[in-house]
């Protein structure tokens, strides 16, 4: 593990000296993706200069040099997480299409008519929406966790809602849309004190904190690479083998299969029953490199720079007239949401992106939580290890500035 030199991490993040609207970029808007550090790009470029080939098919080498770097991610995916089982890691488009994949393989079989799910108040849509259509198919139903005014779950009111038709609970380990960290040990152990198994989605935490799926005991863990600073269309579903062997496959089609006949067609083993089809070769391989890239300098030594700049930022920006905070938790990662008195947050964003500021706007795909606080989006920004003190005190002037304007 190495030590944390903001210069050294920023030289590697090409993306960051670009201009945006003449101005440097400030790039704020990592929730929504994470740049690539060039180990990254590279690894990309490598790949299909050096090794493109189909995976898991062929005996020619480049099909198998392929399939080993794509299998290493898997390890060291499985490193990572401190899996149990390299074949307890299924490569998916994302963290949407593992929630897709629980609630389809998990859900159908073994959630019925008026049985319960809960979820919690503070969910991406990606954490809502594949459970209603499971509701709507089956008939069972959601149960949802209440949140307080900070943007704290309501552990009490969680305990209270199970019952005995209580099949699953679903629930994500920080929020997107306020960097609230749940207390996701206690959560899962109240869960499986009521023999009840818990899905976490970690696409908002794997990339700030160190995550123990062993420690924590959870069933199923959803994350996307291009929120670690990995490439899209490439994340991880991880389940405890048990629960992921009596599954049905998610998808049918070439590599999920042992044998087939017109008759009968038997299932290949884990991993690959749920993977069917080419995956993006590209982006699993390159996670790999993304991986090694936040090894290399130690999560936990990015976690304290994170930490240091969330304060700073949330400090400078508690003297902005007229500025409400939305998510005041007591335990927050990465994540400040507010929006300021009188003023559109899409009117601040557009200011702010003409001096090559990037915030994001709006309800960030989790719209009961601004429904919860009465307002239709907030101003979200959302740092990641390549940014600095620096790039809040600009942007607090350049906010000061729209805020003046905009009044
Ligand atoms: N859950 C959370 C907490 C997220 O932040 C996101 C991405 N913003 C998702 C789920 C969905 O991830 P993806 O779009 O990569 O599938």
Known sequence: MGT?????????????????????????DNGATT????????????????MNSNVHRGVH????????????????V????????????????????????????YGRPFIGADDEIIISAMEHHSNIVPWQMLCDEKGCKLRVIPMDEKGELDIEAYRLLFSDRTKLVSFTYVSNALGTINPVREMIQIAHERQVPVVLDAAQAIQHLKIDVQELDVDFLAFSGHKMYGPTGVGVLYGKEELLNKMPPYQGGGDMIKDVTFEKTTYNELPFKFEAGTPNIEAGICLAHAIDYIDNLGIEAIKTYEDGLLAYATDRLSHIEGIRFIG???????????????IHPYDIGVLLDKLGIAVRTGHHCAQPVMNQFGIPGTVRLSLAMYNTKEE????????????????
């Open 4 to 28: 944390f030199d903001i210069h050294k991490v920023r030289e590697d993040f090409p993306i960051l000296n670009r201009t945006v609207n003449g101005k440097p970029l400030i790039y704020f």
């Open 35 to 50: 740049h690539k550090p060039k180990q990254v790009i590279d690894a990309i470029v490598n790949y299909y200069a050096d």
């Open 61 to 76: 080498y480049l099909s198998q040099i392929s399939t080993d770097a794509f299998e290493l991610t898997r390890r060291k």
């Open 78 to 105: 499985q490193a990572f997480i401190h899996a149990k089982n390299e074949h307890e890691i299924i490569i998916t488009k994302g963290t949407t299409e593992a929630m897709n994949i629980i609630a389809t393989c």
């Open 328 to 342: 005041t938790a007591a335990h927050k990662s990465s994540v400040i949401s507010f929006v300021v008195d009188g």
């Open 392 to 407: 809040v005190d600009i942007f607090i002037a350049a906010l000061e500035r729209a805020v003046r304007m905009l009044k």
